[in-house]
């Protein structure tokens, strides 16, 4: 996540006056309003299904997102470029135009350092001219991910995860989500200090009553971590998300793809950076197409990183359906 999110975490709950603590709290604790009329919950489940896991001999919990399809987001150059690389080995990488994400070549990483960096503007400027782009376009090379988006291995995690924020009384798709895109091989810490399979910062995870200190890091617990993670979403990410929305006078269904897509950019980037790029855009309604709209926006520090996240949540989304052998189903069978 994004470095400065623990201020404005800890702004927004010294705002909505909430104190955290360790304890965890009951799962179905009702939602209130500012005003203290009862809100009905979600139904967490209406996205889960239930897939047989061969070596538990379990029934796995698990999130299918059918407005992926619905939305024909497997069809967007973004997303397309995303899946590629999640596919391309660390020693190759891909050249693309940067405002589509389209590929314009695949280079062999040592064969393109072995270049200067006089023949290195040559080449994208031949690659401008084949592909007719202006002079001003950049031209992003971008390398392969492979050995980071492990999928395999982020697989047998995603039931618990899901379970862990049912319990927290959260929607379990952004159990998913992150499971998928922060640390699906294994537990590192990211160049900014974010641990764990939730990558989350020292200071948001202290914040929710983990311990880090130089003797243990609960970061590194699954449960602990998953409790923390989705405490921020549940406490700071989606009311900041209603509050964005709600003064920009946009309607909203909290199960809509394109809300929680705005919630993981707020997971990500910071409230500030997200409410900065959407008082540039200044949206009057709440569709995907916001969502693409903010993948070309900069403000204060959303920008390339932070446009990217969504693009990768919905190309991870995707990737694990197809491993699943559940790419195109119209609608499986519901628990």
Same mark, same amino acid.
């Given at each position: 996540m994004y470095k400065p999110y623990l201020v404005t975490a800890l702004s927004a709950l010294l705002l909505s006056g909430i104190v955290p603590d360790e304890k965890k709290p009951h799962a179905n604790k009702p939602i209130t309003t500012s005003v203290d009329k009862p809100v009905k919950l979600n139904d967490y489940r209406e996205d889960i299904i239930t897939l047989f896991n061969n070596e538990s001999q379990e029934g796995q919990s698990y999130i299918?997102?059918?407005?992926?399809?619905?939305?024909?987001?497997?069809?967007?150059?973004?997303?397309?470029?995303?899946? $590629?690389?999640?596919? !391309?080995? /660390?020693?190759?990488?891909?050249?693309?135009?940067s405002h589509q994400r389209s590929v314009l070549h695949k280079v062999h990483l040592k064969s393109w350092n072995s270049l200067s960096d006089a023949q290195k503007l040559v080449y994208r400027d031949s690659l401008r001219y084949q592909h007719c782009l202006a002079d001003s376009e950049r031209i992003l090379l971008v390398e392969g991910k492979s050995f980071f988006y492990d999928f395999d291995k982020a697989y047998p995690s995603l039931h618990r995860g899901i379970d862990d924020f049912i319990a927290n009384d959260v929607d379990p798709w952004y159990a998913q989500a992150i499971l998928l895109i922060? $640390?699906?091989?294994? !537990?590192? /810490?990211?160049?900014?200090?974010?641990?764990?399979?939730f990558q989350l910062m020292k200071g948001v995870a202290q914040l929710f009553g983990l311990k880090v200190n130089k003797k243990i890091d609960e970061r590194a617990d699954f449960d602990r971590s998953a409790y923390a993670s989705s405490s921020l979403l549940k406490k700071i990410c989606i009311p900041q998300v209603r509050q964005m929305l709600d003064t920009l006078h946009v309607c909203y269904n909290e199960t809509d793809l394109w809300f929680r897509l705005l919630v993981m950019h707020v997971y990500h980037a910071g409230a500030g950076n997200v409410r900065a790029a959407l008082e540039t855009i200044k949206p009057t309604e709440g569709n995907f197409a916001l969502i693409q709209t903010l993948w070309h926006t900069q403000a204060k520090a959303f920008k390339t990183a932070s446009q990217n996240y969504s693009q990768l949540t919905i190309a991870a989304m995707l990737e694990m359906n197809a491993k699943l052998k559940l790419e195109g189903i119209p609608e499986p069978i519901k628990n």
């Open positions: 299918y997102d059918k407005e992926l399809y619905e939305l024909r987001c497997d069809t967007l150059p973004q997303v397309k470029f995303w899946r $590629s690389i999640m596919h !391309l080995p /660390k020693d190759s990488a891909l050249l693309c135009y922060e $640390s699906p091989n294994k !537990l590192q /810490k990211s160049n900014v200090g974010a641990y764990g399979p």
